[in-house]
């Protein structure tokens, strides 16, 4: 979200052509703005009925330089650029660095990346106090306020700076469903920001956004403890060479698929469309490409923030998604449930019944849950058949917008099993969601007033 989708007519737009989940991004923009496109998507959440799902994005410990003269300088190939941490206006023999540590941090000869790598610089000497020397390997213009990467540094800073509390308080404040942590580098950062929303006795689910080699190295269990995963590919290409990233991109999704943990792939995908009317083809293979390795959302960023049309950006972006999903081979990933877990009767019968539904062409698979385990977990096998969930908790349900495949529902009444499962299929057939004789899968808790595991399976017709 940003200048150019804020607008409740443009915003409306882009969920009526398929936006699930709108990314509100805490490194720009003031709290008044940020709150009005909260109130917006809610007021259209109920207008439609609908449950999109609302990110806020955190800023994380984003290195950057100050203001510049000018607004940009030139730095040329071999120059020596002074960084220094005392705050002054740059020009091109010296900038400032927001990060104050910096010259304890570094060490001579690592590297220097400023504007997502367009320029290069070599540390050649720090005195570290307050000033680094290093030589221009790579210049070009220097604009003011532009990221750095420092790909060879181990960074001292907390994941969770001083900014990234006060948006962190307002984010839980608007009860908003999914809370990104940028720049995570170890499982005590998702650690940390769980413990204060758990503090704060709210449920904002959390997103590891990878984009630092050391989250690569400690993945699994980033995973394990993340709620959800986004492929930051844009840091991640200058942190790391950038010819790795489709491979992590890859492996990224298969791990998360059989943790049963949503994944996001985000970074440049239609960056073309921030100007132009139509993607690049390349583009068009990047989505295609992103939802065939089984991503549960692909995500755009200038091209609706500041672009020039962003409701055509999402209807060519849902359009490449529908013709690859009904086109491609992006079905039917089971994996077996490990016996040894607490879960294994839960996670067994969801298995089971996307398996079922695979052999008996089950036009969808049905069930109830209040916590979103059975949702996520029939997800992860990416059935065929629709996903159909109801739950008495309405903020799972714009918490499952994110979640590949499933169709959420607010339902509170819990009655003997034969008679919800008789009550539920009648509702989705009366609003055209199955029809006469499709074959459904329903699962469900027993006893169902004690809301616990899921232990049941049923295959039947629609009558």
Partial sequence: MGPASTPIDVLEKMIQAGVDVCRINSSHGAYD????????????????????AILVDLQGPKLRIGAVENGSVEIVNGQELIITTEQCVGNNKK????????????AIGDRVLIDDGKLLLKVTATNRKDTVKATVVNGGTLSSKKGVNLPNTKISLPCLTKKDLLDL??????????????FVRSVTDIADLKDIIKKNKKTSRVIAKIEKPEAVKDIDGII????????????LGVEMPMEQVPLIQKMLVDKCIEAS??????????????TAYTPTRAEVNDVANAVMDGADAV?????????KDPVNVIEHMQK??????????????????????????????????????????????????NSGYTAFKLSSHRPKANIFIFTDNPILLNTLSLVWGVRGF??????????????????????????????????????????????MIKLSYIK
């Avoid at 109920?46 to 999109?52: A, F, G, N």
């Avoid at 308080?169 to 940028?182: M, P, R, T, Y």
């Avoid at 086109?327 to 607490?342: C, D, F, K, S, V």
């Fill in 33 to 52: 703005d940020h709150q009005k496109v909260i109130d917006n998507i809610r007021k259209l959440n109920k207008k439609y009925k609908q449950h999109t």
């Fill in 169 to 182: 308080d307002f984010a839980l404040k608007n009860n908003v469903e999914w809370i990104g942590l940028s």
């Fill in 320 to 369: 490449i998604v529908a013709a690859i999903e009904k086109g491609g081979e992006i079905y039917n990933r089971e994996h077996a449930p490990a016996i040894t877990t607490q879960t294994f009767i839960s996670d067994s019968i969801c298995y089971n019944a996307c398996v079922m539904a695979r052999q008996a062409k089950a036009k969808g698979i049905v069930s109830m849950t």
């Fill in 410 to 455: 607010f339902y509170d009444k819990y009655e003997s099993t034969d008679k919800t499962i008789a009550d539920i299929n009648t509702y989705l057939k009366k609003f055209n969601y199955v029809k006469t004789d499709d074959l459904v899968i329903n699962i469900a808790s027993i006893p169902m007033k004690e809301k616990g595991r899921t232990n």
């Fill in 299 to 307: 995500m755009l960023s200038g091209e609706t923030s500041v672009g």
């Fill in 224 to 235: 394990d403890l993340a709620d959800a995963i986004m492929v930051a590919r844009g840091d």
């Fill in 95 to 106: 900038v400032y660095i927001t990060y104050k540590q910096f010259p304890k941090d570094v």
């Fill in 261 to 274: 943990k949503p994944v996001i792939i985000a970074t440049q995908m239609m960056e073309s469309m921030i």
